[in-house]
């Protein structure tokens, strides 16, 4: 199978993690999941974040994107700190410069694999068809143009892994953050998907596990 995947490209901003810690819980259930991390990302780089499981990369990975806020420390994007951004502004951060691709794929087990997709462009200022057009194009690309119209529970693992991948490619995002994106694909898909990943014009955080 051979898959391209042409995207313009967009701005992508530098990210930079100063003596980063983020803590959970207090007292004697307080857990440390980070703990010190600085790290610089520059534009149109790609970084893997590699580690035992439970070494702390999907937190890392959160932070960056804006999911999640550090206990400790600044996160600088393009310059501009994270922590003390005002949450419209995190927000739309989230929905216009990140793409994510979560470890349990995180699908809408009732909508499709064309509308799961079309997620991130519900407040596109694009045409929808311009958005289903593209949406299809991007399932087309990746293997699953057969798929568009099955719900998440009549894919496989990969299958799905792939719908998720496909969602966060939909808005073109500068960042791609995926939380172990080949965990549930074959080797020769894996390697497609990194392929994919790799030419998409943004910075690209991608987790993999250490064994």
């Not at 349990?104 to 519900?122: G, H, K, R, Y």
């Not at 966060?168 to 694909?185: K, Q």
Request: glycine content about 6%.
């Amino acid at each position: 199978m051979s898959i391209k995947l042409d995207l313009a490209p967009c701005h992508v901003p530098a990210l930079s993690l100063e003596d980063v810690t983020k803590s959970y819980g207090h007292g004697e259930a307080k857990v440390t999941a980070l703990k010190n991390v600085t790290i610089t990302i520059q534009a149109n780089e790609f970084v893997a974040i590699t580690g035992i499981s439970g070494s702390g990369k999907s937190t890392l990975l959160h932070i960056l994107g804006c999911l999640d806020t550090v206990s400790d420390g600044q996160y600088m994007i393009d310059g501009d700190n994270a922590v003390s951004m005002v949450p419209d502004r995190l927000a739309y951060l989230r929905k216009n410069a990140f793409g994510y691709i979560f470890q349990d794929f995180s699908l809408i087990s009732d909508l499709t694999a064309e509308q799961n997709v079309l997620l991130p462009a519900a407040y596109s200022s694009l045409p929808y068809q311009k958005n289903t057009t593209h949406a299809a194009e991007l399932l087309d690309r990746l293997g699953l143009a057969d798929r568009r119209k099955h719900f998440p529970a009549e894919l496989s693992g990969g299958q799905q892994q792939r719908v998720a991948i496909c969602r966060a490619l939909m808005n073109g995002g500068a960042v791609l953050l995926a939380d172990e994106p080949t965990a549930s694909l074959d080797e020769e898909m894996a390697f497609e998907v990194m392929s994919i990943l790799k030419a998409a014009h943004c910075n690209c955080m991608p987790s993999l596990d250490e064994w």
